[in-house]
Every structure is written in structure tokens, then in C-alpha cells.
């Protein structure tokens, strides 16, 4: 995809894909548009039969809506062929995500869940995690010590999505305020989620509220933000959908060195070690037990420190393109040492 373009109608794609991957030396070009209708398919095929014999193709969510349309474009073609699976989309469309999952030649998989279906379905199935950009949250800092008058609970996401994680939060949150005399909550990413607004302002708590961060700006603003919580927390109700998604909130508290609070669900699971580098809580009761133990600043600082330290083991964006480098260098011999 031309420079230029990234530039002005992809500013995302420029910030979070291209760059970190052009510079460790990967090239790619993007092929969009998998539509089956006239014109636009001639020229999807025209930029599918520009790409190198020997190039990978490396196949995302967003194509196999599109399947028939692949499934052309790919007929007479020799690419290896990678599937990225990084959510549940098979509960939508189990047949269509199964056939896709067989015809790749290795699929990757966003977390354990996703990876234990597609290896019903396919031998060469890979667990990479989604990763956070090193900078600039890794280079955060986190204030064990506090970030101003209260003590601040904060989440980031999509307040739509999470409407009822947050709407069951904000009465652990109401509950504990009369413990935490300057308890305060900060959500960010509520654009449009007015139930969620108004259950939080009705808490006998301040409230601040981040209606929305644009995707482009993201990756450089987030990370301020979250180094002003004192806790982060992410509530996830159990769900065949929420097993499936990415503990990406998780990671991106962890990586600022904020302690995380979660719900033993799906990936994060696996991410923490309740007590070492978070917390992992089941009932109303376990949410407050740890937020009242969080008060405790040198609790913070222990948890900020190991937090910090799993994200850089293995969660960070370098970590993740080394881990793909080290799959295609097994699996296709044309890619290059």
C-alpha cells in the first residue's frame, strides 16, 4: 500500500502495522476489497498475480467474509498461506471459519481458546498473542505511591461492548465506595454508552469520563492515561465470545505497570498469576477483597514490577513480529533467514 495512502486514509494501519513491521526489514503490501462484483475483483486479481511466487499470504478476519471471492483469487496460485484467527468468529460463521482454518497452511491463533478449536480442524496451528507497542508504554511511569487526591479505578475499551461488564462494575464500585472514602473511576472509550454514563455518575464517586481516542492516536495517548489509574481493571463475564477474545486491556494496563483486576476468563487466565502480576477475582466479594488490598502501595509496586516484566517477556509488539519471523522461517523454506 502506497505511502501516501497510509498516510491519509489508513493513519491506523500506518501507526500499528506497517511501521513496527518495515522496520525489522518485512515488506508487505496490502490487498483489499475481496468482493466478487465485476471490475473490483479483475482488480483484486491484479494485485493478488503481482505478488512474488514466493511471497506469504497472510490472511486476517476481515477476508473470509469474503470467501468465494478468495477462494478465486487463490486458484491456480502457489502462495503459502497463513490464517489469523483472533476471535470467535466461528460461533457467526462455523462453517465458513472452518473451511478457511483447512485450506491455510498454518493458522495463528490470538489466544489458547482459539487455538485448542482450530486444531480440530488443522494440524499447523500456532498461539501468538496479541502485543502491545513497546513504546511509549513501557516507558511509562507508574506512581506506587499515587497519582493525586484519589484513588482511581480505571478501564479502557469500547463502552458499547462491555456494557454489561461495566454495568455489573459500577455496583462493586457503589459497594465500596463507602470503604474507600476517595475511591474515583475513570472509563475510557464511552462514546455512545449514555446507560453506562449515567449509572457511573449517579455513584457516590467522581467520575471521569474519555468518550473516545481515534485509532490513529491511540497507540501515542493510551498510554498517558493509563499511568493516571491506580488500578486497572477489566470485568469480563464468562462467554464462549469473551474466551475468544484478546486480553489486550489487560496488557496494556500491565505494560504501563498499572496492577491489573480481571475475571478468570479466557486469555487471562493464562496472562496472570494471581497475587504475582495481578489479580484474578470470581464474585463481587473477591473485587472488593483486592481493591481494599490494593490500597496498600507497596502491594502496587510489587504487582507493577512483575506486571511489567510478563509483558515484556513475551506481550510486546517485537516480541510478537520475532515470533511470527521464527514460525515462517519453519514452516516455508522460501523465507528468508
Given at each position: 500500500m502506497p505511502a501516501e495512502i497510509l498516510d491519509e486514509?489508513?493513519?491506523?494501519?500506518k501507526a500499528n502495522c506497517h511501521e513496527p513491521h518495515t522496520t525489522r526489514g518485512v515488506s508487505y503490501q496490502t490487498i483489499g476489497g475481496f468482493v466478487t462484483e465485476g471490475r473490483e475483483l479483475a482488480r483484486v486479481r491484479r494485485q493478488f498475480d503481482a505478488v512474488c511466487p514466493n511471497d506469504i499470504v497472510y490472511c486476517q478476519r476481515p477476508v473470509y467474509k469474503k470467501l468465494r471471492a478468495f477462494y478465486l483469487l487463490r486458484k491456480g496460485q502457489n502462495h503459502p498461506l497463513v490464517f489469523d484467527l483472533d476471535d470467535a468468529v466461528f460461533l457467526n460463521q462455523p462453517l465458513a471459519t472452518r473451511q478457511f482454518i483447512r485450506e491455510a497452511d498454518v493458522v495463528i491463533t490470538g489466544n489458547t481458546f482459539l487455538k485448542d478449536y482450530a486444531e480440530h480442524y488443522a494440524d499447523t496451528v500456532y498461539r501468538v498473542p496479541t502485543g502491545v507497542p513497546d513504546e511509549p508504554y513501557l516507558s511509562q511511569t507508574y506512581d506506587t505511591e499515587g497519582n493525586g487526591e484519589h484513588f482511581t479505578l480505571g478501564w479502557v475499551g469500547n463502552a458499547v461492548a462491555h456494557r454489561e461488564n461495566l454495568l455489573s462494575f459500577a455496583d462493586v464500585a457503589d459497594e465500596i465506595a463507602t470503604e474507600i472514602p476517595n475511591l474515583a473511576v475513570h472509563l475510557v472509550g464511552v462514546a455512545g454508552a449514555?446507560?453506562?454514563?449515567d449509572r457511573y455518575q449517579d455513584l457516590d464517586v467522581p467520575a471521569e469520563f474519555t468518550d473516545w481516542i481515534p485509532s490513529h492516536e491511540y497507540a501515542r495517548k493510551i498510554p498517558g492515561i493509563i499511568s493516571t489509574f491506580d488500578v486497572g481493571v477489566m470485568p469480563l463475564t464468562d462467554s464462549f465470545w469473551n474466551r475468544g477474545k484478546s486480553a489486550m486491556k489487560l496488557l496494556e494496563y500491565m505494560a504501563c505497570g498499572v496492577p491489573p483486576i480481571t475475571n478468570p476468563v479466557g486469555e487471562n487466565a493464562h496472562i496472570i498469576d494471581s497475587g504475582e502480576n495481578g489479580f484474578l477475582v470470581n464474585d463481587r466479594e473477591e473485587w472488593i477483597a483486592t481493591?481494599?488490598?490494593?490500597?496498600?502501595?507497596?502491594v502496587r509496586a510489587d504487582i507493577s514490577v512483575s506486571a511489567r516484566e510478563t509483558v515484556k517477556d513475551e506481550y510486546t509488539m517485537s516480541s510478537v513480529v520475532e515470533r511470527l519471523r521464527d514460525i515462517f522461517r519453519t514452516e516455508f523454506t522460501t523465507y528468508p533467514e
Open positions: 486514509e489508513y493513519p491506523n494501519i449514555d446507560e453506562v454514563k481493591i481494599q488490598k490494593l490500597q496498600d502501595s507497596s
